[in-house]
């Protein structure tokens, strides 16, 4: 485990002083569980201070500097092998199976939602091998719907039936070309599907 991720671990455990069966039971729940996090937690790569020196010896604006240093904070993971090494071991050692981001006060703004959504669309762009391991790992625990958006042609676009397996909605991007549910169930075994359905596709159509 990564050092700096280890001392961390060792403080909370000073401070909690769980019994050896306390942990060893918290940790089975744990890796047990769906850990759904709503609270913010979010791996962060450095800022290069190279880089941040350079702009401000050139004369960049606080507004620049910030924008640069949030930009390497949410996206250097994807560039640089050492900062993706450490996410994916951030990742790993809080258990944490997926993220709600809430825009909160301070980003309500609409462009800088839109900023924030393609830094992290690139991070997922970047690593596409992460992206399919990530809905495997979301299959394999048992929930019913899992994709890999943005990446056209990938098998996990479409939604399939979670009884028969069989493609319920192929997709190639944002192209739906059919829906095989008739009646909220799959065409082919008759399983109930979530979710309600028009009978041809429109001309965009949300996901589940
Ligand atoms: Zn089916």
Redesign the pocket.
């Known amino acids: 485990m990564n050092e700096i991720i280890k001392q961390y671990r060792e403080v909370a455990l000073r401070i909690l002083k769980p019994s050896q069966r306390d942990i060893e039971h918290g940790m089975e729940l744990h890796k047990n569980s769906i850990v759904c996090e709503s609270y913010g937690f979010s791996p962060r790569a450095a800022v290069d201070g190279d880089v941040v020196k350079a702009a401000i010896e050139s004369g960049a604006s606080d507004a620049e500097l910030q924008d640069m240093t949030e930009d390497m904070r949410m996206t250097r993971y994807a560039e640089c092998p050492k900062e993706r090494e450490e996410y994916m071991m951030a990742w790993e050692a809080a258990g944490v199976t997926c993220i709600l981001q809430n825009a909160g006060e301070e980003g309500n703004s609409v462009l800088r939602l839109i900023k924030r959504l393609a830094r992290y669309t690139y991070g997922t762009d970047m690593m596409r091998g992460f992206m399919i391991r990530a809905r495997q790992i979301g299959l394999e625990v048992g929930l019913r719907y899992v994709y890999s958006g943005n990446i056209p042609g990938d098998e996990g676009e479409h939604t ?7 493609v ?1 909605i192929p997709r190639y991007g944002y192209q739906l070309e059919e829906i095989r549910i008739e009646d909220s ?7 109930a ?1 979530d979710g309600v359905y028009a009978k041809k596709p429109g001309r965009s159509e949300g996901r589940l």
Request: with cysteine.
């Open positions: 399939y039936c979670y009884n028969c397996g069989k319920l169930r799959c065409k082919y075994c008759g399983a599907i």
